[in-house]
């Protein structure tokens, strides 16, 4: 099995129950990731406890946590990960 270059986990705010609430969700997180053929798997996620930094995503391996994620920021951050890149604006930890 080949293992993809980076691992993006969404959070979705799901919670034990399986119901996906919470921030991130309700502002749309699970839609924000789309196909653009880089070497990635995409998982969403329980809540990641950074509600007020949300929508969440972290990208593995580098460990870039990235909050305020909206449509226009993901295109940023997706060109810069194809570029081996991060976009330090946008981190909230790395």
């Keep these: ?3 993809p270059t980076y691992h993006i986990l ?8 399986g119901d996906a609430q919470g921030y991130c ?5 699970s839609q924000l990731v789309q196909d653009r ?6 998982s969403t996620t ?3 406890n950074v509600c007020s930094q949300g929508p969440v995503m972290v990208v593995q391996p580098l ?8 449509e226009s920021r ?10 081996g ?3 330090e604006e946008y981190l909230i930890a790395h």
């Design 1 to 3: 099995m080949k293992k």
């Design 10 to 17: 969404v959070c979705n705010s799901y919670r034990v129950a």
């Design 25 to 29: 969700h309700k502002n749309g997180s």
């Design 37 to 42: 053929g880089i070497d990635v798997a995409v």
């Design 46 to 48: 329980a809540c990641l």
């Design 63 to 70: 460990n870039l946590w990235y909050g305020g994620i909206t």
């Design 74 to 83: 993901i295109d940023e951050i997706l060109d810069a990960l194809e570029e």
């Design 85 to 87: 890149e991060s976009v």
